[in-house]
């Protein structure tokens, strides 16, 4: 892997990508990367609008952004010292811009809402899109209203999966680059408050015992390649494996996530569980992808 491969962050001015921006500062800082603030434009009429192809011409990047980005630059940098950053403006939609960027990436940084989001909309198609289809980690910046969190674990959903593997390998990775510990999640169905039957009790003791060596066996991979990294093992139980998840990530810097997990149908590239993680945890996602 190139070693330039740069930290990128979509920035639009609004409020979400400048806070998208700042954690990606923070990536490029601890990962000793350069980082690249990229504008996606698109012809301002180009919107199905049916246009005589004679008058329309090739969009121009816009002065107004260049103006944005230099400020955006100037400002992280003065914030951030030894921080490199470049800027771009590239033709295109700002989530096939942000995909098609991806491609020579370290990261990807996308904010959860942007400019011409719905307030009902905790994340925008765009911060989906990218996150489904990126061609490398994609980190997700929500909530946006709140400050950096830094001194809290990081947290990995633990299933077996090779998903599931790819996001324990980033988690650790991350959590050794930030000097926290790494904490290893397996979620397992809840009891109910209701007195079981014994079938039910075995099922549950079987669950309790898949659940010790998923996490013994991650455990032992994650200590085996980072020996000072403290690693915690925490089973919980919940209604599903979302809700187990985003309920741990309250004390969490950061919940990272695979793709795809066991139950995932093949043409879905963002499984339910990342879905709902990038929608409704209580700290920033980090969803693996393999760089290509």
Do not use: K
Request: aromatic share 2%; glycine share 12%.
């Amino acid at each position: 892997m190139p070693m330039n491969r740069p930290v990128v962050v979509g920035v639009d001015g609004s409020p979400s990508s400048l806070v998208a921006a700042e954690h990606a500062a923070r990536a490029a800082v601890l990962r000793s990367r350069p980082l690249l603030l990229v504008h996606g434009y698109l012809h301002p009429s180009g919107y199905g609008v049916p246009l005589n192809p004679y008058d329309l011409g090739v969009p121009a990047p816009s002065a107004e952004a260049q103006q944005m980005l230099e400020r955006t630059a100037a400002e992280l940098t003065g914030r951030w010292p030894g921080l490199a950053v470049e800027v771009r403006q590239v033709l295109g939609g700002p989530g096939a811009t942000m995909i098609e960027e991806s491609r020579r990436a370290e990261l990807v940084v996308v904010g959860s809402r942007g400019l011409g989001g719905f307030a009902g909309l905790l994340l925008g198609s765009v911060g989906t899109q990218v996150a489904a289809h990126a061609h490398c980690p994609v980190l997700v910046v929500r909530p946006d209203e709140q400050p950096i969190p830094v001194d809290g674990p990081v947290l990995v959903g633990v299933d077996g999966s090779e998903p599931s593997r790819l996001a324990v390998g980033l988690g650790a990775h991350e959590a050794a680059l930030r000097d926290v510990p790494l904490v290893l999640v397996h979620v397992g169905p809840s009891d109910g408050d209701r007195a079981v039957p014994e079938e039910i009790e075995e099922s549950q003791a079987a669950h309790q015992a898949e659940a010790v060596r998923l996490l013994a066996d991650a455990s032992a991979v994650v200590r085996a390649e980072h020996p000072d990294l403290v690693v915690r093992e925490h089973p919980v139980r919940a209604a599903g494996a979302a809700q187990g998840l985003i309920e741990a990530s309250g004390t969490a810097s950061l919940l990272v996530v695979g793709t795809r997990g066991r139950a995932g149908f093949a043409g879905l590239l963002l499984g339910s569980v990342s879905q709902a993680a990038i929608q409704h945890a209580h700290c920033p996602v980090l969803v693996a992808h393999p760089v290509s």
